[in-house]
């Protein structure tokens, strides 16, 4: 993990791994540009339908997000603080941090 965080392109991953990461920073930076060929990209390397939605929807979902945590500027902790609160939600799950109602 720490390799693909560091430079997906060198990262010693599989063939599928490396075509859909490819991919999916094509997406994120340039969407316009995205073509059936990409999907065929994917599923000559062995991606099925599925799997290739899947990856949509979480990138989707990451870019969303970014991008609205961007708008709004959101805080972000300290490294101590991410550690912390992720304690705290393993320990007592999401439901502490959900909104009543």
Same mark, same amino acid.
């Given at each position: 993990?720490?390799?693909?965080? +560091?430079?997906? $392109?060198?990262?010693?991953?599989? +063939? /599928?791994?490396? &075509?859909?990461? #490819?991919?999916?920073? /094509?997406?994120? !930076? &340039?969407? #316009?540009?995205? &073509? &059936?060929?990409?999907?065929?990209?994917?599923? *000559?390397?062995?991606?099925? /339908?599925?799997?290739?939605?899947?990856?949509?929807?979480?990138?989707?979902?990451?870019?969303l997000?970014?991008? !609205?945590?961007d708008?709004?500027?959101? $805080?972000?902790?300290?490294?101590? #603080?991410?550690?912390?609160? #992720?304690?705290?939600?393993?320990? !007592?799950?999401?439901?502490?941090? *959900?909104?009543?109602?």
């Amino acid at each position: 993990m720490a390799a693909v965080l +560091e430079d997906w $392109h060198t990262a010693p991953v599989n +063939e /599928k791994v490396r &075509s859909m990461l #490819g991919f999916l920073e /094509k997406i994120t !930076l &340039s969407p #316009g540009e995205v &073509s &059936s060929d990409d999907i065929a990209i994917l599923q *000559s390397a062995g991606l099925n /339908k599925r799997a290739i939605e899947e990856a949509l929807y979480v990138c989707f979902l990451f870019n969303l997000i970014d991008r !609205l945590a961007d708008a709004f500027d959101f $805080h972000l902790p300290t490294a101590e #603080g991410f550690c912390r609160n #992720g304690r705290v939600l393993y320990t !007592l799950g999401y439901r502490i941090a *959900s909104i009543p109602g």
